[in-house]
């Protein structure tokens, strides 16, 4: 049985409204700009895997066939060996930084450790410890928990509600022995969106250093790193940037700290003069110095096109778009979902939330596998109980939302989730 058609749950007025509300949005058109080969997929895994851009398949040939194959080494001196910086600059204004102070680089976990590492190596020894949150990624967890560990201090992590940031508890954890806070700005799990300027301003009346992970804010919230006096933030490529399976991520560190932070792992492309071969290290001026080692230029070349889509549609209408397309799939959650028993588990306020939304249901793996399996819907699977539905407002329209929650209805009301019940699967 699959579940794509409309069938004897379809809500005929509710399908007119939605497509009515994508015939006066101005970003439509964007849709387009990316690679639709199943038209009938609903795709709303864009904060996992941001959709191909159609500008991203030209890059990509251009990179392999001209540059790698016609070129070869040349291609070095041709844009390679700048295009870590080059795309950093392009990306900068989307984190609210100037030229100069975002590089693309490794990938967020590593960007993390050279970050929090350099921050607490910068510190007096007394002040080791750093503090996080429970909505944190893992990853960010276990990085900041070894880099805690490896001066002598711990991590903190504080505990939340499991949706919204625990702002009092942060506040009461930051302390005099605080080196470090380090929280997503939008987490991964709930969508729960911080407000920069507050808990930055937070840290640094403690004396402590800010570093950000914007990951899944990226492309979709504004965020302004340089007003909020933000110490240093890191972030995915692959996400609402649309950069690819595993685009190198990028860094930012503020201009001022560039030459007083130290990168941990120095490498040959941090090296002022990295032709010379020197075995003395002597870092390269500005942000280029935490830089590592050679890039992958075939998965950093294509980052420049999603980028360039989010600079064009501007990131203000994007931010709209999202918060009321996240407004819309909540109110189509309360009227049809909330009586089959899912619940919201994001944030209520759009202010306060990223671009994403999780619905949580007993059933939610078996229901994720049906989505995608059986009603052509693919969302993804937090464990233990949440579907998370991303929200990419470049090429997700309202009529994706409403359809995928009739499709949800279909499957919850026809009991195909049952049949999934064992399934398995290495990535959700
Ligand atoms: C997606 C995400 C990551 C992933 O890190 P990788 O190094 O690319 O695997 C890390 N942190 C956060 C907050 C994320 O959302």
């Not at 040349?74 to 080059?86: F, I, L």
């Not at 250093?209 to 492309?219: E, I, K, P, Y």
């Not at 492309?269 to 010379?276: E, I, K, L, Q």
């Amino acid at each position: 049985m699959t579940l794509t058609d409309p069938g004897p749950y379809h809500d005929a007025s509710g399908y007119y409204e939605a497509k009515e509300r994508d015939e006066n949005d101005p970003l439509a058109p964007f849709r387009h700009r990316f690679v639709h080969s199943d038209p009938g997929l609903i795709y709303l895994d864009g904060n996992s895997l941001g959709r191909l851009p159609v500008a991203a398949v030209e890059t990509i040939e251009e990179v392999s066939n001209r540059q790698w194959g016609d070129r070869l080494i040349r291609s070095w001196n041709e844009g390679w060996w700048d295009m870590p910086t080059r795309v950093g600059d392009l990306l900068a204004p989307l984190l609210g930084a100037s030229p100069g102070e975002v590089i693309i680089s490794d990938s967020t976990t590593v960007n993390l450790y050279k970050l929090a590492t350099a921050a607490l190596a910068s510190c007096p020894g007394d002040r080791n410890r750093i503090v996080t949150d429970d909505l944190n990624f893992p990853s960010d967890a276990y990085v900041l928990d070894s880099v805690a560990r490896r001066f002598g201090g711990e991590l903190e992590i504080v505990a939340s509600d499991g949706i919204n940031g625990p702002i009092d508890r942060l506040t009461e954890a930051i302390d005099d022995r605080t080196a470090l806070v380090s929280l997503s700005h939008t987490t991964f799990k709930s969508g729960y969106t911080y407000d920069l300027g507050q808990v930055t301003e937070l840290a640094h009346g403690a004396g402590a250093r800010m570093l950000w992970d914007c990951s899944h804010s990226v492309g979709s919230v504004p965020i302004d790193l340089d007003a909020c006096d933000a110490d240093l933030a890191v972030g995915c490529t692959y996400k609402y940037l649309n950069g690819g399976p595993g685009s190198p991520a990028f860094l930012y560190v503020r201009e001022d700290l560039q030459d007083v932070l130290e990168n941990p792992i120095a490498g040959w492309w941090g090296h002022s003069r990295p032709f010379s071969f020197d075995l003395a290290f002597v870092p390269m001026e500005g942000i280029r110095r935490f830089q590592t080692g050679t890039m992958p230029i075939l998965s950093l070349a294509p980052i420049e096109a999603g980028v360039s889509l989010v600079l064009e549609a501007g990131i203000d209408a994007v931010r709209e778009k999202s918060m009321a397309l996240s407004e819309y799939l909540i109110s189509q959650a309360r009227e049809h979902l909330e009586p089959l028993w899912f619940e919201v588990a994001s944030p209520t306020d759009p202010e306060r939330r990223g671009s994403h939304v999780a619905i949580s249901h007993e059933m939610a793996w078996p229901i994720t596998r049906a989505m995608t399996e059986r009603a052509n819907v693919i969302p993804d699977f937090r464990t233990p109980d949440s579907i998370r539905l991303g929200l990419s407002p470049l090429y997700t329209s309202f009529v994706d939302v409403h359809t995928a929650v009739q499709r949800i209805v279909a499957i919850i009301k026809s009991k195909v989730h049952t049949d999934f019940v064992d399934d398995t699967a290495t990535v959700t």
